[in-house]
């Protein structure tokens, strides 16, 4: 395949998905009647959207592109790359890739695109998945009672397989999760891989009928006074680089309010609220609570149960949080904040059956030091059992 830049109206352009630096080095020669001139263009994008890489030529000149180079300098980040040639306002694309961190993306006149790995390897399509090995990691978390209906129960400090995750002592300003240390014994076990590890599936079975979820848990903390109805101050501690985009701007992620002993205030509260900055780096935002169950502190919570705070408008992720306002005492008990990210919903619709839930290829990244703990959102509040695995792919 030739791409030929052959009027003043037609630019050769590349689209990219996420703002991390990405290097492009394009080569092409100008062709007139009389002359063979070549030239290149080369720089670095650090942006989402789309740039000119190659401009359009003189009149009564042809441009003929020779190669093409994309790497993505990002160690954690995924670069979605388009390839463009843009005609008079009016965009073709050429080829799509996604470029995993430190992967490139080649092209030579009269050759096919091609991409390699951060070895420098040529990734090739293959159905015998060649470079892909996986694990099955199962679980069995013996639960004891949950709240009523529409609340989530957190499986965290439950006995079986895992066994046992505590937030530990950490304090107000908490401490970041890494899943790999003694503090964070009991969540499921990863590894520290070579390549990159990825959610593929998993299957969950219940006692109680509900939807389970997995979540990787970013931050928690420890010394909230129950009591207290004024604001508390928390100035958490950074929280670590795995949100969506594989950043510690905490895009994805989530405030949850753990209760890790039972609380005996008399009826619902929901007037408790969290100041936060939000993953655009903005201060001051709010975190509330809603009137129904399941999104509101039940009268008398049992131990394990997990609220989730709604975030403020237009806000899609957490930075930090700065402060907790119970507004009304929990009378007794005790009660952790965690930040979290959501990775993947499996259904436990009918008692003791196991669905499969299985992600398109590649799946859910996962990036090291992911503390994955298991929730679940019951239909009914009795002692639950929850077992199955995730099976977890390496690339």
Do not use: H
Not at 161 to 188: E, F, I, K, N, V
Request: charged share 10%; net charge negative.
């Amino acid at each position: 395949m030739a791409i030929t830049l052959d009027a003043t109206t037609k630019v050769f352009e590349l689209t990219t998905s996420a703002a991390v630096n990405t290097d492009y080095f394009v080569s092409y020669v100008d062709m007139t009647t009389t002359a063979f001139t070549p030239g290149s263009s080369q720089g670095t994008i650090n942006t989402a959207g789309t740039t000119v890489v190659v401009s359009a030529p003189a009149a009564s000149t042809q441009r003929g592109i020779k190669t093409v180079s994309v790497f993505n300098r990002s160690t954690t980040t995924a670069q979605t790359v388009t390839v463009k040639v843009d005609v008079s306002g009016t965009e073709y694309t050429l080829f799509r890739a996604t470029l995993l961190a430190n992967e490139s993306l080649q092209w030579t006149d009269g050759s096919d695109w091609q991409t390699f790995d951060a070895t420098g390897e040529l990734k090739v399509n293959s159905p015998t998945t060649v470079g892909i090995t996986g694990r099955a990691i199962a679980f069995n978390k013996i639960g004891t009672q949950a709240e009523g209906t529409a609340y989530w129960y957190c499986f965290a400090k439950d006995t079986g397989y895992p066994g046992a995750w505590s937030p530990g002592t950490p304090g107000l300003a908490g401490r970041a999760t890494d899943g790999m240390t003694t503090a964070d014994a009991g969540c499921l076990p990863l590894w520290t891989p070579t390549g990159q590890l990825f959610l593929s599936e998993w299957i969950a079975t219940a006692t109680t009928s509900g939807a389970a979820m997995l979540g990787d848990i970013v931050w928690v903390n420890t010394g909230i006074v129950v009591t207290t109805t004024t604001a508390q101050t928390i100035n958490s501690v950074a929280f670590p680089a795995r949100d969506l985009n594989g950043s510690a701007n905490g895009e994805g992620y989530c405030i949850g309010l753990l209760f890790t002993a039972a609380a005996t205030n008399a009826a619902a509260i929901t007037n408790t609220t969290v100041s936060y900055t939000n993953s655009d780096g903005t201060n001051g935002r709010t975190a509330t609570l809603t009137a129904v169950a399941g999104d509101q502190i039940p009268p008398t919570p049992v131990i394990g149960t997990l609220v989730w705070f709604g975030l403020q408008a237009g806000d899609r992720g957490v930075q930090s949080i700065q402060s907790i306002t119970l507004g009304t005492s929990l009378v007794t008990g005790s009660v952790s904040l965690i930040v979290a990210r959501p990775m993947q919903w499996a259904t436990t619709l009918t008692n003791n059956i196991p669905i499969p839930n299985r992600y398109p290829d590649p799946g859910t990244r996962l990036y090291t030091g992911s503390t994955l703990v298991l929730f679940q959102k019951v239909t009914a509040g009795n002692t639950v059992t929850l077992a199955g695995n995730i099976a977890v792919i390496e690339r």
